[in-house]
């Protein structure tokens, strides 16, 4: 089984809807992280997790919110979709007692028509 | 200037050769830097990563660190088609930024048979 995974893999969605991204993992990390993937302009920090009570904002986290359910679950939502968030999306995990080395789930391609 | 630069490719590689990725940062506070790889559509995965000045070598892949020329390679030697792939170099603060991982925007290699 994987160690991080994320529902769905795939989405296809409107304008003004609202969808969420589900991250679930089991390797034990306490810190957790969103990510958008664009042609040219690779990887982007969202929004990151510390621990279930700590969230804090990424770089691009306009349009964007999380929640963190538990310290194996991390969720992103759109609130309002729109179509320059259509990208791939990756949680990734990582273990403040183990330097911190980020392991990548497996992502999910959402276009925003 | 960019935090992390590479070079975006494609490099071209004969099976069996060596294949030199570069990758340099611009803030000397750098303290750990990773070497990702990234198929086509897929996640990144973790390759390897380097903390000191000087090689870190694991089965065919070599990582080399210059922090006084803000300067790290990946070598990856007997090239073989199925390294074929975008390899993103990542850099981190460490200390109490080790969450932060700033990404290059990637290097396309191609391995041809």
């Known amino acids: 089984d994987a160690d991080v995974t994320q529902t769905p893999r795939n989405r296809i969605t409107k304008t003004g809807k609202r969808i969420m991204l589900e991250c679930s993992q089991t390797?034990?990390?306490?810190?957790m992280y969103w990510y958008r993937q664009d042609p040219g302009l690779g990887l982007r920090l969202i929004y990151y997790?510390?621990?279930?009570?700590?969230?804090n904002k990424g770089e691009i986290s306009d349009g964007y919110s999380v929640s963190r359910q538990a310290q194996a679950k991390f969720s992103l939502s759109l609130e309002s979709a729109i179509p320059n968030q259509t990208a791939l999306y990756f949680c990734?995990?990582?273990?403040?007692?183990?330097?911190?080395?980020?392991?990548f789930g497996p992502g999910t391609r959402l276009t925003v028509l | 200037q960019k935090e992390v630069e590479q070079n975006s490719g494609p490099l071209s590689v004969p099976e069996g050769a060596i294949a030199s990725l570069n990758c340099t940062y611009s803030?000397?506070?750098?303290?750990?830097f990773f070497w990702y790889r990234q198929y086509s559509g897929k996640s990144p995965e973790l390759i390897m990563f380097?903390?000191?000045?000087g090689d870190k070598e694991d089965g065919r892949f070599t990582a080399q660190l210059n922090k006084a020329s803000q300067y790290v390679s990946l070598l990856i030697r007997d090239s073989q088609p199925s390294d074929s792939a975008t390899y993103l170099c990542?850099?981190?603060?460490?200390?109490?930024?080790?969450?932060?991982?700033?990404f290059g925007k990637g290097t396309l290699l191609t391995v041809n048979p």
């Open positions: 803030d000397r506070g750098s303290q750990s």
């Open positions: 997790s510390f621990d279930v009570k700590d969230i």
């Open positions: 990734a995990t990582s273990d403040s007692r183990a330097a911190d080395t980020q392991y």
């Open positions: 990542a850099v981190n603060k460490g200390g109490g930024s080790n969450y932060k991982l700033t």
């Open positions: 380097i903390y000191s000045n």
């Open positions: 390797k034990g990390h306490d810190r």
